[in-house]
């Protein structure tokens, strides 16, 4: 078929600008997707994580990196590539609760820190398309940073323990966060800290708690939540620490522990809870660090690890653990 010289003049512009069209087109609709999925979170301290049931990801929030920037950014890991999920929303900052209400399919996040002139008693859930700011501070718990946050299914709420306020006092209450309403559950158990951990521990159908920082330092004891009060655990205990990351690794029952500051240094150790107690298992090739992120990816049976603080500063490395050893996942 012959085109006409006139019939050319016309076609070429209109192919060229539907092509144009196209391709800004796809440019803003893959803003979100496309550009992030081949980027990843700057090296990060004191984030928090979470596994996401629906998305099957883990999810990653705020965070500092190397100039001490903080972020609010939310980030999805799905075992091979970071994505940018969120980007508006909380204020940026450090030291956040995070947990991932299944029944209700939502995040929650609780407080947090920005400077110490600026900390959070705000919360805020996340539907999977956006962040709304779910209550008002005067019903919640006070302003605090440094707590921990865990979802527990038996009683369909958010478990949030601990952490310090704006004046840098330990605080040792237990709240919980059912989709409405904040609730004091109790005053006793726990020592007041901060920079602890929780997860749920789902063979023991109980929150698990590990060692913080208190009135007199580093912490290093255990406790379980059964849905009415705190019971502390005997037998052989990790040595003291604060900000070491714990996860539950339900492929293999048991609880997972990695690194955290000893003393006055970083740790690289793993321990393992399950029913016969704590152990610690060889494991020395990830490099020691605390502030790290650390979440188990239900779909994947693995423990995934981000970042942190070693002894050259911030990181930004993926670390999986799948119940034997630890391998790098990603690195920049």
């Known amino acids: 078929m012959r085109f006409s010289p006139l019939i050319k003049l016309r076609f070429i512009p209109t192919v060229l600008l539907m092509f144009i069209f196209m391709i800004l087109g796809l440019a803003k609709a893959e803003t979100m997707s496309g550009e992030d999925a081949i980027s990843a979170p700057p090296p990060l301290a004191s984030h928090v994580m979470v596994y996401h049931d ?6 990653l929030f705020g965070g500092s990196n190397p100039e001490r920037q903080m972020s609010n950014k939310l980030w999805g890991w799905d075992g091979k590539a970071w994505h940018l999920l969120s980007d508006s929303g909380p204020e940026p900052r450090i030291h956040a609760g995070l947990a991932y209400d299944s029944s209700r399919d939502k995040l929650v ?3 947090g820190i920005k400077s110490r002139a600026e900390s959070f008693a705000d919360t805020w859930e996340w539907d999977g398309k956006s962040w709304t700011q779910a209550a008002d501070s005067t019903n919640a718990p006070n302003i605090r940073d440094h707590h921990a946050m865990v979802y527990y299914p038996e009683m369909e709420s958010v478990l949030l323990f601990g952490g310090q306020d704006q004046n840098d006092n330990f605080l040792g209450s237990s709240w ?7 609730r004091l559950v109790s005053e006793e158990g726990p020592l007041p800290r901060s920079t602890h951990r929780l997860t749920y521990h789902s063979q023991n159908k109980s929150i698990l708690l590990y060692g913080g920082w208190g009135a007199d330092g580093h912490l290093g004891d255990t ?25 539950y690794d339900k492929a293999n029952q048991q609880a997972v522990l990695f690194g955290g500051m000893v003393v006055r240094s970083p740790s690289n150790e793993t321990w393992v809870y399950d029913e016969k107690g704590w152990r610690q298992l060889t494991t020395e090739n990830v ?17 995934v ?13 993926v670390w999986e653990w799948d119940g034997q050893a630890w391998a790098q996942a990603f690195s920049q």
């Open 54 to 59: 629906r998305l099957e990801m883990v999810v």
């Open 176 to 182: 919980q966060w059912d989709g409405k309403t904040w």
């Open 305 to 317: 690890l981000y970042g942190g603080i070693g002894t050259n500063g911030r990181m930004g490395d």
């Open 223 to 247: 406790w379980q939540w059964d849905g009415k009060s705190w019971q502390s655990s005997s037998g052989e205990q990790p040595s003291a620490r604060a900000a070491a990351r714990i996860a």
């Open 287 to 303: 490099p020691p660090r605390n502030v790290h992120g650390m979440a188990y990816d239900v779909k994947r049976q693995r423990v």
């Open 109 to 111: 996040l609780y407080g």
